[in-house]
Structures are given as structure tokens and as C-alpha cells.
């Protein structure tokens, strides 16, 4: 099969839900990040992309009829190019860089532009459609930002519980301690902050027209590890256990990331040399309430299909959805924590569902040639007990 590359990625800064982007659509956001990814390859005809893929977790509003041909309309490249969304929740964008990977492997394509976009601040309420006109009850909106809505009463309940609670439910299954989740939150905000003032972020990130954000919105450099366990628990009180707060999860955001993916030729259609090789792929599921832990089976997957083992990875790039399920992927992978997201992750930098995936792929491969490391594994956890993982190798190590 033909070999599949990352060749570049760029994406925006991150912005606080009702923040810096709160005004700016999404399908905007994710056109945004296109036409900046074609314009960063000094050869490249639009006319030779493949395809667009996009990621997107809602698509509820006004990224609704297919985000990724919406996107790709607004950006000004050619109308003969297709595009698709694709929605695996948290996992959305990985998931289209894996089936872009794909195509290019089976000789579909040369060159696929890739991505993800949400905007959590915009995203609708929703009403049910009645059975019958008007009826005589109250209706209740539905909020689309994030979790369970309209649920299947056919659904068990212990598979629907809030992401929080079933956060909970993973800490205390795998002895998982408040204090380990704060610190893990402590050093996300602290190594976001250095990577942003190292520069390591300047060539990974553009910004957004008519906005001032410049930096991912929601770190917080002054945070302390004392402030950090302050914080008040929000799905379960601390007399009950409970250990999950607003500074040891992820935050809502908005935001929009792309990746340019080819093949060996599309170094000559881009005129760029590629970052690194697409070496394995892997998905897992588990039951739904401990989805956080699925990302665990996911890389183990890849690394096989990759033919190495964790004693030869250098670089993990695992989003922090919450600092718990983070903490428990980490104990189960056996690795050392110190290879893991060092420029920051997902609790400081944000998390915009349909946009993560591809941010932490094209972080991973810019840290590896920033590194000269071989190896790095890309891993997300996905809401309903998924989870999804890429191993790079960088082929100038």
C-alpha cells in the first residue's frame, strides 16, 4: 500500500466558550484554517487536493449541511472539490486525518486536506418535534454544546450519565486522587504557557480575521496547584467523593484545526517535505461510562499495526479531556508521564470537540522534528466509550 505522510498543520488559537470567538461561525472558523493550510504549501494547486475531510461533533447549527463542502465553498477553492464531515464526537478530526490516511493508502488520492471545527459557543438549542400539532405541555429546549440530549429511553441509564460523572466513576475505579488530577491540571496550564512563550505554538497557529486572540484563550499561567484544589466539585459533592472540578476538565471552546496528508508525490504537488509518516491506526470501544479509558486500547492497537511497543515511543500527544482519564491512560500504558503532552495540553489549550483530533496530530508531528525523535502516539478519548489513536514516525530521526 502506498505510504500515507502528515506534511503540515496549522490551526487557531483556541478561544474560551462566549470568548474571543464566540462571534465568528464555525463554518467560517473551518474555512479559515483551509485556506491558510493551501496557502502554507508554496506548490500547491488547489486543483491537485483530493478531498476535503472534515470533523465536526455537532452539526447542529450553523455548521449543519456538511461543514466540510461548506467550508471548502467559503474558502474559494475549487468548486469540483469534494468534501465530507465526519462526527465521532471528541474524536471527529483524528477520525478524518485516519480515512484521509486511508485513501491515500489505497491509492484514492495524493493529497487530502483535513481538519475540524467547533464552535461551542454557537451551538443551538434544540426543541423535539412533536408527535402531534400543538400540544398542550410544556416543551423543553436542548442544549447541543456538549453531552446527552433528546436520550433514548431505550438507552440503560448507567450508559448515559453526565461525561463528569462518568469521570467520577473512572477516578474511583482506578485510584484516581484529587490531588494527582490537580497537579496534572497544574503542569497542562504551566507547559501550554512555556511552549506559547518558546514559540513552539507561532508556526502551528494563525489567527482568526477580525479578532485579537492570538494565544489559546484559556490558560492560565497564574494558576497554582493551592487555587487548583480550591476549586468546588461539580457532579458530586466532595463529602460524597467527589473529585472532578471546572480546573481539573477540559474547558468548552471554540476553534477550528486543519492538516495537509499525501502521499510520497504529494511532496512535489505541495512543495513541502513531509513531517511524518502515518505508521498505525487504531480504534477501540468499551462501555460507555468509562469512555476515557477506551483511548488505552486504541494505541495499543496502533502500536501493533505499527509493528513497534511503547518502550520505543518518545512523544505522546493524549487529549485532556479531564485530568482523571488522562492520569488512568497513562498508569495503564505504563509510560513515562513526562513524555506526555509537553507542550501542554487540552485542560489549558481548550478543547473544541470536532477540532482536538487534529490538533493534537499536527502537535505531535511538529514536536517530533522539533525533538528528532522517531516515534509518537496520538490518542483522544471519545463520549458514548470510544477512543482513537495514530502513531507517527518521524522518518529524519
Not at 1 to 13: G, H, L
Not at 48 to 74: C, K, S
Not at 196 to 207: I, K, M, N, S
Request: net charge negative; hydrophobic share 45%; glycine share 12%.
Amino acid at each position: 500500500m502506498t505510504q500515507a505522510y502528515i506534511y503540515d498543520a496549522v490551526r487557531t488559537p483556541f478561544g474560551r466558550f462566549g470568548g474571543a470567538l464566540a462571534g465568528v461561525r464555525p463554518d467560517d472558523l473551518a474555512a479559515h484554517v483551509l485556506g491558510e493550510q493551501v496557502g502554507r504549501a508554496p506548490g500547491l494547486d488547489p486543483a491537485a487536493i483530493d478531498e476535503v475531510v472534515l470533523g465536526n461533533a455537532n452539526g447542529a447549527g450553523e455548521e449543519n449541511r456538511n461543514v466540510a463542502r461548506m467550508a471548502t465553498l467559503l474558502a474559494g477553492l475549487p468548486v469540483e472539490l469534494p468534501g465530507t464531515t465526519v462526527n465521532r464526537l471528541c474524536g471527529s478530526s483524528l477520525d478524518a486525518a485516519i480515512i484521509a490516511s486511508r485513501q491515500i493508502g489505497a491509492g484514492e488520492a495524493d493529497v487530502v486536506l483535513v481538519g475540524g471545527v467547533e464552535s461551542m459557543s454557537r451551538a443551538p438549542w434544540v426543541l423535539p418535534k412533536t408527535e402531534k400539532p400543538y400540544p398542550a405541555g410544556d416543551m423543553t429546549l436542548a442544549s447541543t454544546t456538549l453531552g446527552w440530549r433528546l436520550v433514548n429511553k431505550r438507552m440503560r441509564p448507567e450508559w448515559t450519565v453526565s461525561l463528569g460523572e462518568a469521570t467520577e466513576q473512572l477516578a474511583e475505579r482506578h485510584g484516581i486522587t484529587r490531588d494527582r488530577m490537580d497537579e496534572f491540571a497544574y503542569r497542562s496550564h504551566q507547559l501550554t504557557q512555556q511552549a506559547w512563550d518558546e514559540g513552539f505554538y507561532a508556526d502551528l497557529t494563525v489567527q482568526v480575521p477580525g479578532t485579537e486572540l492570538t494565544r489559546d484563550e484559556s490558560v492560565r499561567a497564574s494558576s497554582t496547584v493551592e487555587k487548583l484544589a480550591g476549586l468546588k466539585t461539580v457532579f458530586r459533592p466532595e463529602e460524597q467523593g467527589g473529585t472532578v472540578t471546572a480546573g481539573n476538565a477540559s474547558p468548552l471552546n471554540d476553534g477550528a484545526s486543519a492538516a495537509l496528508l499525501g502521499s510520497e508525490k504529494a511532496a512535489e504537488l505541495t512543495g513541502l517535505q513531509p513531517l511524518a509518516r502515518i505508521a498505525g491506526r487504531g480504534a477501540a470501544a468499551n462501555e460507555p461510562q468509562f469512555f476515557g479509558f477506551a483511548p488505552v486500547e486504541a494505541a495499543n492497537s496502533a502500536l501493533r499495526r505499527a509493528g513497534i511497543t511503547w518502550d520505543d515511543v518518545a512523544a505522546v500527544e493524549l487529549n485532556e479531556a479531564f485530568a482523571a482519564q488522562s492520569l488512568a491512560c497513562v498508569d495503564a500504558w505504563g509510560i513515562d508521564p513526562a513524555i506526555v503532552n509537553r507542550h501542554g495540553g487540552a485542560i489549558a489549550i481548550g478543547h473544541p470537540l470536532g477540532a482536538s483530533g487534529t490538533r493534537i496530530l499536527g502537535t505531535l508531528a511538529r514536536s517530533l522534528q522539533a525533538s528528532g525523535q522517531r516515534w509518537g502516539v496520538a490518542a483522544i478519548c471519545i463520549g458514548v466509550g470510544q477512543g482513537l489513536a495514530v502513531v507517527l514516525e518521524n522518518q529524519n530521526a
